[in-house]
Every structure is written in C-alpha cells, then in structure tokens.
C-alpha cells in the first residue's frame, strides 16, 4: 500500500473517498465531528500540494434513495470551518452538473460529492456506477478504514479502475497499528472482547485464540458463554442458538493453552433500566428475575491484573449497559486498566471509544481505532477488501 505523501498531486483531481458517516442530531446538526477531524491530515496535505480534491462518503443508510436527512451537506460545511481552502457542495453524486463542477475546481479547491448511498450500485460494488465516479479522476485515495471492510463500489471497483492509488494517513496508522497486533503481537497479548453478541464476533474470536495469551470477556457476551455451560443466568441476555459455537470456543481455548475468562461476579439488576435495583453476585444461578448487566468489582480485579501484566492489548465491546450510568464502572474500570498498562492498546468500536473519553484516558491509549467493524476484521483477517484493492 503506497501513502499519499508518494504521489505527486499537483493539478491533479484526486477522488478521496473518507468516512465521513458523523452522527447527526434531530436537526440535522453533527453531534460529534471526530470522523472530519480524523481526515484532515490527508485532506491538508492534498489541497495543501494543490491536488484538485473530490471528497466522497457515505452517511447512515439511505438505501439506494435520496433522503436529505443523510445529506453530506453537514460535513461540507463543517470541512469549511477547519480549512481554509474553498470547499463546494455538490449537488448529487454523479451527473452533468457534478461533472461540470468537477472540471471547474482550481489547485487547492475541494468538491464534496453527495451520499454515495443515494446510489443502490454503491453497496453493491458496481463496476459501471464505479466508472461513473471515474470520470476525469487522475489518482484514487482512500482515507476512510472504517469502510474498508466492506466491498463498495467507492473502496473496491473505483480503486480497480484508477491505476494511480494511495492510502491517506488514517488508513496509513490504522493499517500499522493492527497490523502490529496481528502479525508481530508483542506478548503477552490480551485481548478483551464485550458487547451484546457472540455472533457478530466469532471470527474475531477465533482468530484471537489463534494469537492472544489471554481473551477476557465480559457484556451480554459472557452470558452466553456461562449459559451454554448450562448455568442459569436468569433474564440475562444469552443467544442460546449460539450454545454449539460457545461451546466448540471454549473447547478450543483450552485446546490451545489460551486463558479464556468469564466473569467471576456480576451486577445483577431487575431491568435494563437506569431505576432498577441492583446486587452484586457471585454464584450462578442468578434467580430468575434478575439479568447481569455489568461485571463486577473482583472481576474488574482480577482483569486488570491480566491487563497489567501485557505487552499488547485489543479491546473491543462493552463489559455492561454502560450507556446507563450506574451498570458503567465494569467498562470504565477496564478502560482505566487499559491506559494505566504499559503496553501498546489499541481501542475499537464506538462504545469502548466512549468508555476510554468517558473515563477520562483517551490519551493514554496507544491507539483508537475510528473504524469498529473494520478494526474486528481487520485483527480477524488480517487484510480487509478495500485494502487489497489499494494493494492490487
Ligand atoms: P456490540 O455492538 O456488540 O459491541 O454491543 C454493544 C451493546 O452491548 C451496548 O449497547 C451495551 O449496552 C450492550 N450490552 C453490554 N453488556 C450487556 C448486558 N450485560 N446486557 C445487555 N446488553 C449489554
């Protein structure tokens, strides 16, 4: 993969597909603008050598239809206020109008294209709809990781059409960062794994068992874990069907030497409700009327205490409902045991970010991963598709 700072960009429209997918208020207004920021560098670095920039992102999921609610507009805006260089909405994504706009841009000027996701080609990959966004594009850049898992036509047809490609600098520290972790983990290597679903993470499960020391699990996840094992865990959260898949997990975890955790106490509550009374347990059954919604204090402990002995840590996923204040100090805890190790941290997924801001050690993390699903398949696989079109 070539970086951006490889290209001579001079006078050249380049196609610079981000993620720019911020999350919006009911006004339409950006909640948090982390995603803009994060693309900066590359866009600086490219209107700042006077390449002719077309910017393009999806924003949530319009399904193939305009919907001004998931316009880009927003984000044009915001990329106004944070550079200095003439920044143009442009009214669609393709068409005469873009086109001519297009061919209108000076050295140092951005055009930013509508929701590709107005465009049903866009998910599916479409070499004709990819050879359209082609039009009079010198050099294809892709700076958006959190989308390069998925093979769109924006991250994989496009890149397969532009002969002149590179990485932006987002894409460059993310690809590094999990690279290290997946091919050259420094031991011991722990990995933390929460959130609501076995399911939605079994690849990435199995591939850490393959190279992590430790995989500690807590969120919904642990249940179940605990449940397939036949413990009663009471109205927890647990996918029953995914009773086969936990079990062959835990079989090949002892298989290969791998110390898989479970929780060792829980926070019980009557509820998924920030009202709700609470305990704290030790032993399973839980009674039938109570649900664990976070971990613990000793199991808190005694992770940290694996945490404290690593060289690499991941950490993906929730221990509880932290979005409720009071089922929050098993993530927080985590999040804090994570920044006081001394080892290479790398954080994905939104609501582990929000655990490491909320806790107050966001900078102490070696690395945040702005891309969730990206960074799970990225340690799963070790490649995503939209980084092997750049590869190609
Ligand atoms: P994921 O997207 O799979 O990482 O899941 C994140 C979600 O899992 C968050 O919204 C959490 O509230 C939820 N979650 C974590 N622990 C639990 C739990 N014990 N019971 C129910 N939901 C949970």
Do not use: C
Request: glycine share 10%.
């Amino acid at each position: 993969m070539k970086p951006v700072t490889d290209l001579d960009v001079k006078g050249k429209r380049v196609f610079l597909r981000v993620d720019f997918n911020v999350p919006l208020d009911e006004k339409g207004e950006i909640r948090d603008d982390t995603r803009i920021r994060s693309s900066l560098p590359t866009i600086q670095h490219l209107l700042g050598r006077g390449a002719r920039l077309i910017v393009a992102s999806h924003m949530g999921r319009p399904k193939g239809k305009i919907d001004p609610r998931m316009s880009l507009r927003p984000t044009a805006q915001r990329l106004a206020e944070l550079v200095p260089n003439n920044i143009v909405m442009a009214p669609a994504v393709v068409g005469e109008e873009v086109a001519g706009l297009k061919k209108k841009l000076s050295d140092g000027e951005a055009l930013v294209l509508e929701n590709l996701r107005y465009h049903q080609e866009e998910e599916g990959n479409d070499p004709a709809f990819a050879a359209r966004l082609a039009e009079d594009i010198d050099i294809y850049v892709n700076d958006a990781f959190g989308s390069s898992h998925r093979a769109h036509a924006s991250v994989v047809a496009l890149a397969d059409l532009v002969p002149v490609k590179a990485a932006g600098f987002l894409m460059m520290k993310e690809v590094e960062y999990l690279r290290k972790a997946v091919r050259t983990p420094v031991k011991p290597y722990v990995a933390v794994l929460g959130g609501a679903k076995v399911s939605d993470k079994i690849e990435i499960i199995e591939s850490l068992l393959a190279k992590a020391d430790s995989v500690l699990i807590g969120g919904a996840m642990a249940y179940t874990f605990l449940k397939a094992q036949g413990l009663g865990v009471g109205k927890s959260l647990a996918e029953d069907e995914q009773r086969d898949t936990a079990l062959d997990i835990l079989a090949k975890a002892r298989d290969l030497g791998v110390s898989f955790r479970l929780p060792v106490d829980h926070l019980l509550a009557t509820a998924a409700d920030a009202e709700a009374d609470t305990q704290i347990a030790e032993v399973l059954p839980f009674p039938e009327d109570l649900m664990g919604v976070d971990i613990g204090p000793k199991t808190v402990e005694a992770y940290a205490a694996v945490i404290g002995q690593a060289q690499t840590i991941f950490w993906n996923g929730p221990m509880g409902i932290f979005e409720i204040e009071n089922f929050s100090r098993g993530t927080v805890g985590i999040a804090r045991a994570v920044a006081g190790s001394g080892a290479v941290s790398i954080v994905g997924g939104g609501d582990s970010i929000a655990a490491v801001k909320k806790a107050g050690v966001k900078d102490r993390i070696s690395h945040i991963s702005t891309g969730g699903g990206a960074s799970l398949e990225f340690i799963a696989y070790g490649t995503l598709p939209g980084i092997e079109a750049l590869e190609r």
